[in-house]
Protein backbone atom coordinates (compact mmCIF):
# COMPACT_ATOMS: atom_id res chain seq x y z
CA UNK A 1 0.00 0.00 0.00
CA UNK A 2 0.53 3.65 -1.08
CA UNK A 3 0.82 7.01 1.44
CA UNK A 4 -2.78 8.67 0.83
CA UNK A 5 -3.12 11.64 -1.03
CA UNK A 6 -3.84 13.78 1.33
CA UNK A 7 -5.33 16.81 -0.47
CA UNK A 8 -6.67 18.76 2.90
CA UNK A 9 -6.40 19.47 7.08
CA UNK A 10 -10.31 18.19 7.47
CA UNK A 11 -9.11 14.58 5.80
CA UNK A 12 -6.73 13.63 8.83
CA UNK A 13 -7.58 12.02 11.90
CA UNK A 14 -4.37 12.45 13.46
CA UNK A 15 -4.05 14.81 16.51
CA UNK A 16 -0.71 15.08 16.61
CA UNK A 17 -0.15 16.25 13.02
CA UNK A 18 -3.57 18.32 12.86
CA UNK A 19 -2.80 19.87 16.12
CA UNK A 20 0.76 21.57 14.81
CA UNK A 21 -0.59 22.15 11.67
CA UNK A 22 -3.17 24.62 13.55
CA UNK A 23 -0.85 25.90 16.04
CA UNK A 24 1.45 26.65 12.94
CA UNK A 25 -1.00 28.50 10.88
CA UNK A 26 -2.06 30.38 14.16
CA UNK A 27 1.33 31.39 14.84
CA UNK A 28 2.05 32.52 11.22
CA UNK A 29 4.54 30.04 10.46
CA UNK A 30 2.29 28.86 7.53
CA UNK A 31 -0.28 30.05 5.43
CA UNK A 32 -2.08 26.84 5.44
CA UNK A 33 -2.22 23.33 4.78
CA UNK A 34 -1.12 23.66 1.38
CA UNK A 35 2.56 24.57 2.47
CA UNK A 36 2.94 21.20 4.05
CA UNK A 37 0.90 18.92 2.16
CA UNK A 38 3.58 17.18 0.79
CA UNK A 39 5.19 16.56 4.18
CA UNK A 40 2.16 15.32 5.51
CA UNK A 41 1.68 13.57 2.64
CA UNK A 42 4.83 11.26 3.38
CA UNK A 43 5.27 11.62 7.28
CA UNK A 44 1.54 11.41 8.41
CA UNK A 45 0.97 8.90 11.06
CA UNK A 46 -2.84 8.65 9.25
CA UNK A 47 -1.07 6.91 6.60
CA UNK A 48 -0.30 3.62 8.67
CA UNK A 49 -3.77 3.63 10.01
CA UNK A 50 -6.15 4.38 6.24
CA UNK A 51 -8.38 0.46 6.00
CA UNK A 52 -6.53 -2.10 4.48
CA UNK A 53 -6.71 -3.18 0.80
CA UNK A 54 -8.18 -6.36 0.47
CA UNK A 55 -9.38 -6.11 -3.25
CA UNK A 56 -10.66 -3.62 -5.75
CA UNK A 57 -14.85 -3.36 -4.00
CA UNK A 58 -16.06 -0.67 -2.68
CA UNK A 59 -14.31 0.54 0.62
CA UNK A 60 -12.02 -2.11 -0.52
CA UNK A 61 -13.45 -5.35 1.38
CA UNK A 62 -12.53 -3.46 4.54
CA UNK A 63 -15.62 -2.90 5.79
CA UNK A 64 -19.42 -2.41 4.96
CA UNK A 65 -19.78 0.59 6.74
CA UNK A 66 -17.87 4.06 6.43
CA UNK A 67 -14.41 3.56 7.38
CA UNK A 68 -12.56 6.28 10.08
CA UNK A 69 -10.59 6.90 7.48
CA UNK A 70 -10.87 7.48 3.55
CA UNK A 71 -9.56 4.10 1.41
CA UNK A 72 -6.84 5.62 -0.57
CA UNK A 73 -8.05 5.86 -4.27
CA UNK A 74 -5.27 3.47 -5.81
CA UNK A 75 -7.05 0.27 -3.91
CA UNK A 76 -8.50 -0.13 -7.34
CA UNK A 77 -4.80 -1.12 -8.24
CA UNK A 78 -2.87 -1.88 -5.65
CA UNK A 79 -4.50 -4.57 -2.78
CA UNK A 80 -4.10 -7.86 -1.83
CA UNK A 81 -5.99 -9.64 -4.24
CA UNK A 82 -4.02 -8.05 -7.21
CA UNK A 83 -0.61 -8.92 -5.07
CA UNK A 84 -1.79 -13.03 -4.62
CA UNK A 85 -2.55 -13.29 -8.43
CA UNK A 86 0.80 -11.37 -9.37
CA UNK A 87 3.81 -14.14 -9.16
CA UNK A 88 6.09 -10.85 -9.27
CA UNK A 89 4.42 -9.26 -6.37
CA UNK A 90 5.69 -7.74 -2.87
CA UNK A 91 3.49 -10.64 -1.66
CA UNK A 92 4.87 -13.57 -3.23
CA UNK A 93 8.59 -12.07 -2.63
CA UNK A 94 7.51 -11.82 1.20
CA UNK A 95 6.23 -15.13 1.11
CA UNK A 96 9.72 -16.51 -0.43
CA UNK A 97 12.12 -14.93 2.02
CA UNK A 98 9.97 -16.53 4.97
CA UNK A 99 10.28 -19.95 3.45
CA UNK A 100 14.27 -19.15 2.89
CA UNK A 101 14.63 -18.41 6.49
CA UNK A 102 12.60 -21.21 7.86
CA UNK A 103 14.42 -23.47 5.91
CA UNK A 104 18.04 -21.59 6.37
CA UNK A 105 19.62 -22.40 9.57
CA UNK A 106 23.17 -20.11 8.20
CA UNK A 107 20.61 -17.23 7.60
CA UNK A 108 19.16 -17.51 11.38
CA UNK A 109 22.05 -18.63 13.32
CA UNK A 110 24.87 -17.81 11.77
CA UNK A 111 27.37 -14.83 12.93
CA UNK A 112 27.17 -11.34 11.79
CA UNK A 113 29.85 -9.57 10.04
CA UNK A 114 29.45 -6.11 8.42
CA UNK A 115 31.40 -5.59 5.29
CA UNK A 116 29.80 -2.03 4.91
CA UNK A 117 30.42 -0.34 8.19
CA UNK A 118 31.13 3.98 6.41
CA UNK A 119 28.49 2.83 3.05
CA UNK A 120 25.76 5.49 2.62
CA UNK A 121 24.05 3.10 -0.01
CA UNK A 122 24.90 -0.27 0.43
CA UNK A 123 24.61 -2.64 3.39
CA UNK A 124 26.34 -6.04 3.09
CA UNK A 125 27.27 -8.24 5.27
CA UNK A 126 27.88 -12.18 6.05
CA UNK A 127 26.41 -14.84 7.88
CA UNK A 128 28.99 -17.75 9.09
CA UNK A 129 27.19 -21.19 10.15
CA UNK A 130 30.58 -24.08 10.30
CA UNK A 131 31.51 -24.31 6.61
CA UNK A 132 28.48 -22.21 5.68
CA UNK A 133 28.51 -18.85 4.19
CA UNK A 134 25.48 -15.96 2.89
CA UNK A 135 26.36 -12.81 1.33
CA UNK A 136 23.90 -10.55 2.19
CA UNK A 137 23.70 -7.10 -0.15
CA UNK A 138 20.97 -4.52 -0.60
CA UNK A 139 20.95 -1.24 -2.01
CA UNK A 140 19.08 1.42 0.57
CA UNK A 141 19.07 4.21 -1.86
CA UNK A 142 16.41 5.31 -5.13
CA UNK A 143 19.82 5.44 -6.80
CA UNK A 144 21.90 2.37 -9.10
CA UNK A 145 25.07 1.24 -6.29
CA UNK A 146 27.99 -0.52 -6.61
CA UNK A 147 28.99 -3.07 -4.26
CA UNK A 148 32.95 -4.48 -4.65
CA UNK A 149 33.12 -8.16 -3.66
CA UNK A 150 35.11 -9.14 -0.53
CA UNK A 151 38.66 -10.34 -0.99
CA UNK A 152 37.80 -14.08 -0.52
CA UNK A 153 34.98 -13.75 -2.27
CA UNK A 154 35.06 -15.58 -5.42
CA UNK A 155 32.60 -13.95 -7.65
CA UNK A 156 32.35 -18.16 -9.67
CA UNK A 157 31.00 -19.75 -6.24
CA UNK A 158 28.37 -16.66 -5.82
CA UNK A 159 24.65 -19.16 -5.86
CA UNK A 160 21.76 -16.97 -5.99
CA UNK A 161 19.73 -18.00 -2.76
CA UNK A 162 16.88 -15.22 -3.67
CA UNK A 163 16.65 -11.64 -5.00
CA UNK A 164 14.09 -9.01 -5.78
CA UNK A 165 15.43 -8.57 -9.20
CA UNK A 166 15.02 -10.89 -12.30
CA UNK A 167 18.42 -12.06 -12.16
CA UNK A 168 20.53 -11.53 -8.97
CA UNK A 169 23.73 -13.22 -10.34
CA UNK A 170 27.16 -11.45 -10.38
CA UNK A 171 29.42 -10.30 -12.85
CA UNK A 172 33.43 -9.84 -11.80
CA UNK A 173 34.16 -8.72 -8.63
CA UNK A 174 31.68 -5.30 -8.71
CA UNK A 175 27.87 -5.95 -8.24
CA UNK A 176 26.00 -3.46 -10.03
CA UNK A 177 22.62 -3.20 -7.89
CA UNK A 178 19.68 -1.21 -8.91
CA UNK A 179 17.70 1.17 -6.70
CA UNK A 180 16.36 -0.53 -3.33
CA UNK A 181 18.05 -3.79 -4.88
CA UNK A 182 18.29 -6.72 -2.33
CA UNK A 183 20.41 -10.21 -3.23
CA UNK A 184 21.15 -12.92 -0.79
CA UNK A 185 24.26 -15.58 -2.21
CA UNK A 186 25.23 -18.75 -0.62
CA UNK A 187 29.16 -17.76 -0.78
Given at each position: ???Y?????????????????????????????E??????????????????Q?????????????????????????????A?????????????????R?????????????????????????????????????????????????????????????????D????????????????????
Open positions: MTNPWSSLDEIQDADATNRIEGAIEDGEIDGFDVQELIRYRCRDNARTPMWDDSENARFTDDDPWLAVNPNHDEINVAARADPASVWHYYRELIELGDSDLLVYGSYDLLTEDDPQVWAYRRTLGEERALVVLNWSEEPATYELPSDADPAELEPMIGNYEPTAAGRTLSLSPYEARIYRA
